[in-house]
C-alpha cells in the first residue's frame, strides 16, 4: 500500500521545519523533541484513572504510572507492564501517556507504565535492569494494584518491545515470575540489524539510521555484544516456553524485518502469536493519533486481542 497520507504529511511537516527527530543531536534535545512532539501529535484524552509511584529498582527508585479505566476502583483486573520507546535515549511516562490510556480502556485492565533509567547517563544494562525489576515488584505486589497475578503482561514499543521481548526471556530463565502475554508494537528486537526493511527504510520514515546509531552509541558501551539477548532479543538462542505473544509491525518501519523474523520463530519454537501487520505506516504511528488516526483503530486492535488472550488465560484456570 502506500504511505498513508496522515503518516506522509507528518513525515512532511518534521522535514520542513527540520525537526524529526533525527535533527537532535544531544540527549536533552532528543527528549525535548519526543515530548515536544508527543504534545503535538498524540491525543491523551481517553478518560483513565491515573496515579503515580514508585518502586525499588538496582539504581534507585523507579518511577511508575499507573492506568487504569474509569471506575475500575479497587477490581482485580489484568494487567500490562509497559515500557516505552524512544531509542533508550528519551521517552518517558510523558511521552506515552496518550498511548497507555487508550490501551487501558481498550483491553479494559490496568497499565503501569516503567520509567526505567535511560542513556547515555545510564548505558546498558540499565534499562533492562530497571524493567525487570519492575515487572518483578509488580508481580510480588499485584494485590495492591488490584493485578490479576494469573493475567500479567508485559509489552512496549519500540525499544520498549524489545525490553518486553528480553524481560519474557530472563523471567522464563529465572523461573518466574510467569507472565501470561507479551506485546510488542513495533519492537526494535536486533540492534546489529542492517539489511532489509532496515536499509529499505533507512531515512525519511520517522528514525534515520543515523539517528538510530546515535542512540545506539548512547545505550550500548563499545565493549557490549550486540547479541546479548537483553539488547538483541532476536538473537537468543532459545524461544521456547515463553509467554503468547501479540506483535505489531508497520509496513514503512524500518524495524519491521526483525518484528516479523521474532514471530516467526516464535511460533516456530511452539509460542502462539497473534501478529498484525499495519499497512501503510511508519515506526511510531500508534502514539500519534492526533497526526494519524489510524492509532485509535491499532490501541483497539491490540485491546481486542489481549481480552481474548486473558481469557483464554481465565478459562484455562
Known amino acids: 500500500m502506500p504511505l498513508d497520507r496522515r503518516a506522509e504529511r507528518l513525515l512532511a511537516m518534521l522535514a520542513a521545519t527540520q525537526g524529526a527527530l533525527e535533527a537532535s543531536e544531544t540527549p536533552a534535545a532528543r527528549r525535548q523533541a519526543l515530548r515536544g512532539l508527543a504534545e503535538m501529535a498524540d491525543d491523551a484524552s481517553e478518560p483513565s484513572e491515573v496515579r503515580d509511584l514508585t518502586c525499588p529498582g538496582p539504581g534507585g527508585e523507579i518511577a511508575l504510572r499507573a492506568y487504569a479505566p474509569p471506575r475500575a476502583g479497587r477490581s482485580v483486573l ?47 544494562p540499565a534499562a533492562f535492569d530497571d524493567a525487570l525489576a519492575a515487572t518483578r515488584w509488580v508481580a510480588a505486589h499485584a494485590g495492591a494494584f488490584g493485578v490479576d497475578p494469573a493475567r500479567l503482561a508485559v509489552g512496549g514499543d519500540s525499544v520498549g518491545g524489545g525490553l518486553a521481548a528480553a524481560v519474557t526471556q530472563a523471567a522464563r530463565d529465572a523461573g518466574g515470575p510467569r507472565l ?23 531515512d525519511g520514515y520517522f528514525i534515520s539510521r543515523a539517528a538510530f546509531a546515535r542512540d545506539l552509541t548512547g545505550y550500548l558501551p563499545a565493549r557490549a555484544d550486540i547479541g546479548d539477548p537483553r539488547v538483541s532479543p532476536l538473537r537468543a538462542t532459545d524461544l521456547s516456553r515463553l509467554p503468547p505473544a501479540i506483535l505489531h509491525t508497520a509496513e514503512f518501519d524500518p524495524f519491521r524485518d526483525e518484528g516479523e523474523a521474532y514471530g516467526e520463530r516464535l511460533r516456530a519454537a511452539g509460542v502462539r502469536v497473534r501478529s498484525e501487520h499495519h499497512a501503510g505506516q511508519i515506526h511510531y504511528f500508534y502514539a500519534m493519533a492526533q497526526a494519524i488516526p489510524a492509532a485509535h483503530a491499532a490501541a483497539a486492535l491490540i485491546g481486542a486481542r489481549m481480552r481474548d488472550a486473558f481469557e483464554a488465560v481465565a478459562i484455562a484456570a
Open 78 to 124: 489484568p494487567a500490562l507492564v509497559f515500557f516505552h520507546g524512544g531509542g533508550w535515549v528519551a521517552g518517558d511516562l510523558a511521552t506515552h501517556d496518550g498511548l497507555c490510556r487508550r490501551l487501558a480502556l481498550a483491553f479494559g485492565g490496568r497499565v503501569i507504565a516503567v520509567d526505567y533509567r535511560r542513556a547515555p547517563e545510564h548505558p546498558f
Open 180 to 202: 501470561a502475554l507479551q506485546v510488542l508494537i513495533c519492537p526494535i528486537l536486533d540492534v546489529g540489524a542492517k539489511a532489509g526493511s532496515r536499509a529499505a527504510f533507512a
